[in-house]
């Protein structure tokens, strides 16, 4: 996908007023491949049933940036400061206030998650299954099936507008359903070379996975 990205902004500054009315699948694969990088604001919030009713039960807010193919950093400020980061190879889980850092080997891990969905390399549809999921509030869904039988998720929805993703609706095997808004998205940005790479803070307590 990446070979058309040059031909692609080509035909993006003919079709920008179309962009809008595009498919969410379409929309987002316009997304992937002229998006290198972007940084933004997230704020997530877990949804429940009670009585029949969605209700949230727990929010969280922070700031997120990427590069791709798999590096990212995505920092929650709100209600505790922790910081999720990966240089490609390795995630490294920071909980500031238990000055706590959790290292874990990738090994394609991102494959079929919800972090490869923003972050990866693009190609969804070589671990997910995607179709249309209709339009809510002005903005265009689509569906994210895992492949992968052992999945946590059951399926992941990706609302589209304006060719930015602005909502993930995550729902996993138990049914508990988390959604997450994206605002202030900027994209291709020019990160420095260290951007992503994590420094262990003084003191910190390590732990390998």
Same mark, same amino acid.
């Given at each position: 996908?990446?070979? $058309?990205?040059?031909?692609?902004?080509?035909?993006?500054?003919?079709?920008?007023?179309?962009?809008?009315?595009? /498919?969410?699948?379409? !929309?987002?694969?316009?997304?992937?491949? $002229?998006?290198?990088?972007?940084?933004?604001?997230?704020?997530? !919030? !877990?949804?429940?049933?009670?009585?029949? /009713? =969605?209700?949230?039960?727990?929010? &969280?807010?922070?700031?997120?940036?990427?590069?791709? =193919?798999?590096?990212?950093?995505?920092?929650?400020?709100? =209600?505790?400061?922790? $910081?999720?980061?990966?240089?490609?190879?390795?995630?490294?889980?920071?909980?500031?206030?238990?000055?706590?850092?959790?290292?874990?080997?990738?090994?394609?891990?991102?494959?079929? /998650?919800? &972090?490869?969905?923003?972050?990866?390399?693009?190609?969804?549809?070589?671990?997910?299954?995607?179709?249309? &999921?209709?339009?809510?509030?002005?903005?265009?869904?689509?569906?994210?099936?895992?492949?992968?039988?052992?999945?946590?998720?059951?399926?992941?929805?990706?609302?589209?507008?304006?060719?930015? =993703?602005?909502?993930?609706?995550?729902?996993?095997?138990?049914?508990?359903?988390?959604?997450?808004?994206?605002?202030?998205?900027?994209? $291709?940005?020019?990160?420095?070379?260290?951007?992503?790479?994590?420094?262990?803070?003084?003191?910190?307590?390590? /732990?390998?996975?």
């Amino acid at each position: 996908m990446k070979k $058309n990205v040059i031909k692609l902004v080509a035909i993006l500054t003919l079709s920008l007023p179309l962009l809008a009315h595009a /498919s969410a699948i379409e !929309q987002f694969k316009v997304f992937a491949a $002229n998006t290198k990088s972007a940084k933004g604001e997230f704020l997530q !919030q !877990q949804v429940k049933m009670v009585d029949g /009713s =969605p209700k949230i039960s727990k929010t &969280a807010a922070g700031t997120f940036s990427f590069a791709r =193919p798999g590096k990212f950093i995505w920092t929650y400020l709100k =209600p505790y400061e922790q $910081n999720l980061q990966t240089d490609g190879d390795k995630l490294y889980i920071y909980d500031k206030d238990l000055n706590q850092v959790t290292i874990r080997e990738l090994n394609g891990a991102l494959g079929a /998650s919800p &972090a490869a969905i923003l972050f990866g390399n693009g190609d969804l549809e070589k671990n997910f299954h995607l179709k249309e &999921a209709g339009v809510k509030q002005g903005v265009e869904w689509l569906e994210a099936t895992p492949k992968a039988k052992d999945s946590q998720f059951e399926h992941i929805g990706i609302g589209m507008k304006d060719g930015l =993703p602005l909502a993930l609706e995550l729902r996993d095997s138990f049914g508990q359903v988390s959604l997450v808004t994206l605002k202030n998205v900027e994209k $291709n940005l020019a990160f420095k070379a260290d951007q992503f790479k994590f420094i262990i803070p003084s003191g910190a307590d390590v /732990s390998r996975q």
